[in-house]
Nanobody
């Protein structure tokens, strides 16, 4: 069973950049869709971006991050979320998740990593 391990969170100033990583262990991302989600204090968890592992389709992004965030893979076992032009409203715990490409439910989740953007 694949386990997801996130890294790369921390504190950054508004306008700065940060890259999050999500590594698969105990399994692979083969035939899976990998997504990034975030949850700010007092708010519902929300979708940020997703990508089909090894696929040719375009990644998907939430409108709030489109043009600023980029999801990518290393084609080995890691998915990245490059975040540029960060805003204080991007502050949240960011989670990596994965689902089988025939399923609508994300069944694998990482532990989350805190991203804090100061104004």
């Amino acid at each position: 069973q694949v386990q997801l391990v996130e890294s790369g969170g921390g504190l950054v100033q508004s306008g700065g950049s940060m890259r999050l990583s999500c590594a698969a262990s105990g399994g692979t991302f083969s035939r899976k869709i990998i997504g990034w989600f975030r949850q700010a204090p007092g708010k519902e968890r929300e979708f940020v971006a997703n990508i089909l592992w090894g696929g040719r389709g375009l990644p998907g992004y939430a409108n709030s991050v489109k043009g600023r965030f980029t999801i990518s893979t290393d084609n080995v076992n890691t998915v990245y979320l490059q975040m540029n032009s960060l805003k204080p409203e991007d502050t949240a715990v960011y989670y990596c998740a994965a689902r089988d490409n025939w399923s609508s439910e994300y069944t694998y989740w990482g532990q989350g990593t805190q991203v804090t953007v100061s104004s």
